[in-house]
């Protein structure tokens, strides 16, 4: 959410800003919001006045009183409770104006960094760098629950049987697999001196509608019936909502934390769910990581976040490349996005496994993460979140870019302390 006085100052650079994202249908409530600020404004205004007023006639009361002119007194007295009565209808109308501007405000894009590729949807992402050579193997590589399957790592008939398409049963060293997988990247993260969390997979709809926009709550949240709950879609959703409502002391930033959580998500779009695979589905488990930091540090802490997943898959020699999301494929709390995408042999192309994400003050504005700095003054912190790893998904690139001619997977060195000292998974 934008800083209301930003808004009110520079209502061309946020509507440029909208058009940039192409979201043109959001323009008017730009002009929305500068005409019921206005009207906010004139009514705290009034509604300040007239407490003035009031304050200055009760003294008089009092004065009337004592001198002992009672008639003259109950005249002001009968002006003060009038003062009272429109006073009270004027804090209704703050109330009601407040209520409708964070309405739109709410909906408003965040203001993108310059650096952001201008484009209409993630076709027009740039390509930033690659790390690691991309190979594909003079055997054929299967898809990647035929990999599994053979391996009897995997049941998705069964699933479908209990939960239907998106939902799967590892099993034996696959399930084995993608435990050493989050394990490992846990350790890599408290190694880079991140600190381990594992949070509340519930979280309350102040909390969702502090850190997501209304577009993404829709097509991504399980909602609890009969509660005030919300299943996560990421851990990050409940690493920053701890912080709601808090004053950090300057001095205790940056916090940098790594968190573990089942994820729970519609995956309501275009895409759909596939029958037989794991790269989109409703359940899954991640690891993350989460910054809170001063505003001047972010995008340093941007340039660290993405360069350690890159880093955390090329230990399990996964070529991968970074993606910069143009204006238009960021969602609307973002200032700047990456995706760290991992090469498919059996595809011959990059597939997304991880986002990095700079919010800006936008999560904090509207959970109230305040810092308070070494001078007294109080501002919103800045926020930032990144995937680590998220299997299944990150299986797929995982068997596809380690598996062997004979069929068997090999365990990268890395890896090979989680998975009791396995160096490849056999039939």
Not at 21 to 41: G, M, N
Not at 137 to 157: A, S, V
Not at 217 to 237: A, F, Q, R, V
Request: with cysteine; hydrophobic share 35%; glycine share 6%.
């Amino acid at each position: 959410m934008l800083d209301l006085k930003f808004l009110r100052e520079n209502p061309e650079i946020v509507k440029q800003n909208i058009r940039n994202k192409f979201q043109d249908q959001k323009l008017p409530l730009v002009d929305e919001v500068i005409e019921l600020d206005a009207k906010s404004r004139a009514a705290k205004q009034e509604a300040d006045d007239l407490r003035n007023k009031r304050n200055k006639i009760s003294k008089e009361i009092g004065g009337l009183m004592a001198k002992g002119l009672r008639e003259e007194a109950e005249a002001l007295k009968k002006q003060v409770t009038e003062f009272s009565e429109h006073l009270a209808e004027l804090e209704v109308k703050e109330g009601e104006y407040a209520e409708e501007i964070r309405k739109r405000m709410l909906v408003i894009p965040n203001i993108i960094d310059p650096s952001v590729p201008i484009g209409k949807d993630d076709s027009e992402n740039v390509e930033n760098e690659k790390f690691g050579e991309p190979v594909v193997p003079d055997f054929e590589i299967p898809y990647h629950t035929d990999i599994m399957e053979r391996l009897h790592g995997i049941d998705l008939d069964a699933a479908r049987r209990v939960a239907g398409n998106g939902f799967y049963y590892l099993r034996g060293n696959i399930a084995r697999l993608h435990s050493a997988i989050l394990s490992y990247a846990r350790d890599f993260m408290i190694n880079r001196g991140f600190t381990y969390y594992v949070p509340p997979f519930m979280i309350r709809s102040e909390v969702v509608t502090g850190v997501m926009s209304f577009a993404e709550m829709d097509s991504m949240m399980y909602k609890i019936e009969g509660e005030d709950l919300y299943l996560i879609g990421t851990s990050e959703h409940s690493m920053i909502g701890s912080f709601i409502d808090q004053i950090i002391p300057e001095a205790e930033l940056p916090y940098t934390l790594t968190s573990y959580s089942p994820c729970f998500r519609k995956e309501k779009g275009a895409h759909g769910i596939e029958e037989r695979g794991v790269y989109r589905i409703h359940q899954f488990e991640k690891q993350e990581m989460i910054v809170v930091c001063k505003p001047e540090d972010s995008m340093m802490w941007y340039e660290k976040l993405w360069k350690n997943t890159v880093d955390f898959f090329r230990t399990l020699d996964i070529p991968v490349r970074t993606l910069e999301c143009c204006s238009g494929d960021l969602a609307d709390l973002k200032v700047k996005s990456c995706d760290v995408e991992a090469w498919s042999p059996r595809q011959k192309k990059y597939f997304e496994v991880g986002s990095c994400s700079n919010l800006g003050d936008a999560q904090a504005r509207r959970l109230k993460i305040r810092v308070n700095g070494e001078n007294g003054n109080k501002y919103f912190a800045h926020t930032l979140n990144n995937t680590v790893v998220a299997p299944p998904r990150m299986l797929i690139a995982f068997l596809e870019n380690n598996l062997q001619a004979d069929g068997s997977v090999r365990i990268p060195e890395a890896l090979r302390p989680y998975m009791g000292g396995m160096e490849a998974i056999t039939e």
